[in-house]
């Protein structure tokens, strides 16, 4: 086999492999958007201390505050499909974990309402961290609170 072999060869690998990631990469996408809103009897600074507490557990998660009150959690994921292509089309199917790597984010707002408190959760996440941050959030929050 000369190089001109290997090289076709490649490109016949790489272009079928691309072929699949684009039809795999479009059926069942886990990914769903969160708009969620908690209103809360208690005071704005429990609130904020609890719900940076809770953001705290995530693992495999970054979690930024803005200001007090505002905050970003962001993780980032390689889809399955793009490591079984990385290792069916190695070395050069290697580019699909950094080409097909997603960042997620969440974003959560603690504000105060008068003798309420209201928190926001929004953002684009996989169905099973937004599932996960609303159940935290459930039980920390059941007393009191009113869902909108």
Do not use: C
Request: glycine share 10%; aromatic share 10%; proline share 3%.
């Amino acid at each position: 086999m000369g190089a001109g072999d290997v090289f076709v060869t490649i490109v016949v690998v790489g272009g079928l492999s691309l072929l699949l990631a684009a039809f795999v990469s479009g059926a069942g996408n886990p990914v769903s958007s969160v708009a969620d809103e908690l209103v809360t009897s208690a005071g704005f600074a429990d609130v904020d201390a609890e719900v940076a507490k809770l953001l705290a557990t995530v693992r495999r998660a970054e979690l930024r505050m803005a200001m007090p009150g505002v905050y970003s959690i962001s993780y980032k994921r390689t889809p399955g499909w793009a490591v079984l292509l990385a290792v069916l089309t190695f070395p050069i199917g290697l580019l699909f974990l950094f080409v097909a790597a997603n960042r997620y984010e969440l974003a959560i707002s603690v504000t105060a309402d008068g003798d309420r408190t209201r928190i926001r959760v929004f953002g684009r996440v996989h169905r099973k961290f937004a599932e996960a941050i609303g159940a935290a959030l459930d039980r920390r929050f059941t007393q009191g609170y009113t869902r909108t």
